[in-house]
DNA sequence: TGGAATAATAAGGTCAGCCATAACATTTTG
DNA sequence: CAAAATGTTATGGCTGACCTTATTATTCCA
């Protein structure tokens, strides 16, 4: 068990590597821009994980968990997601504000709290936006999906589940209908990174391809 | 309704002039003391807290709330009060810890969070420790009692609440039957700021005076 | 292969909320 | 009423996590 203290901006390092794919190796750009810092910033920050032994980096070919850090960022994501069923499930809390609130109360959880929250929602696999949850034990086992963004016309798929976290982004998918569950359609992908158009449920709906990345889908 | 962003910092200053007593006048040294910074840090922030307007302070008299600052810190009391309860009825953590993991989670609460969950409890009164809960209006009704600290020898007298914050100190005083509901009676008052000689159920219990201050009692 | 994009590094700045030390003011108390 | 306790103010310091600006290094791609 993780026994380390870490900090709030940690945590939401730690976070972002999770989301940006667990075992992927990270540019430093894609989790500045995730983060909403300067590179400049997630420079600095990726050095002192580093230092901790969190993370390590390859300079100029990204950043990627170590085993210390993959625990802890499955730590982080288990209470993360907990609370999101928490919130979804008990307080009824809007869906697209549910990451932005969880995330708060994330940092501020105690393991027996984590615990104790798992058992009392009788240990959940996935939250509101259909991602799984790590289990306590630390196993993790990723969506057997991908992104939206690299599927072809053509395709059928089901949406897995939703990998943004603003509020913002959230809401825009759920107006339209793009939610886990959901069975989707590429009817045509626009040349030059344009958008996808797609067919959701009865409706056509138009989606940039940088919003299509968050959006996890499984090939039916 | 409260719309202004306070700091973690700032809401433990306001959640402790609540604790010390909501319309009284604290000294800079028992609010240092209680939040464990020296007094010149409290010093200092107590004149940041009266730049925002949330209390005032007369030098070398002491420091009281705001009619914002008692609106702010009853938000605060509120937020942390409905956590106490949700750890304590629903994922049944020990007693002596609620106070400070209710602390974390207070802090990283948003309005919709804490109304939500009000809802979710049934709206409670009071807190596991016996302390009321504001309402969502600020409305705050202070218990009718008083500190077992200024009690007098023979009183006999039922635990309202208990004040105290810490959990060594909430796991002290539970360890010797000191809790809200509880009847007591006050055997023997030692001189010189000694200890209480208390009858607690079928047992007697020395208590030192400090820790007396934290219970809050009711004369029969 | 050379220019664009991306990344790294350096230097210096900000901000909140603490700390210590020290000098000085006021209040309480014995 | 004097000494002790308490409170105030000033100065300077620290830390974490950001920021900007600027220079330099590497990689990618056309």
């Not at 968990?65 to 009824?92: I, M, N, P, S």
């Not at 939703?162 to 626009?190: F, H, M, S, W």
């Not at 040349?191 to 959006?215: D, R, Y």
Request: net charge negative; with cysteine.
């Amino acid at each position: 068990m993780s026994l380390l203290q870490l900090s709030e901006s940690t945590e939401m390092y730690l976070k972002a590597m999770v989301e940006l794919g667990l075992s992927n190796v990270v540019s430093i750009g894609r989790l500045a821009e995730r983060l909403n810092v300067t590179p400049v910033s997630a420079n600095e920050m990726v050095r002192r994980l580093g230092d901790q032994g969190l993370l390590t980096h390859t300079p100029y070919k990204g950043v990627s968990l170590t085993d210390k850090g993959r625990e802890a960022a499955c730590d982080v994501v288990r209470r993360q997601r907990l609370w999101e069923v928490f919130l979804y499930e008990h307080l009824h809390i809007e869906w697209a504000k549910l990451y932005e609130l969880a995330c708060s109360l994330e940092h501020a959880t105690a393991p027996e709290v984590t615990e104790a929250l798992a058992a009392f929602l009788d240990d959940p696999k996935f939250c509101p936006r259909g991602n799984p949850i790590p289990a306590a034990d630390g196993t993790f086992q990723p969506l057997d999906g991908h992104p939206l963004s690299t599927a072809s016309v053509g395709e059928t798929m089901e949406v897995l589940a939703i990998n943004a976290t603003t509020t913002d982004v959230l809401k825009y998918l759920q107006e339209r209908g793009i939610l886990p569950g959901q069975t989707i359609r590429v009817l045509e992908a626009a040349p030059l990174q344009g958008p996808l158009t797609l067919k959701v449920g009865e409706k056509e709906v138009a989606l940039g391809l940088s919003l299509a990345e968050f959006v996890i889908v499984k090939t039916e």
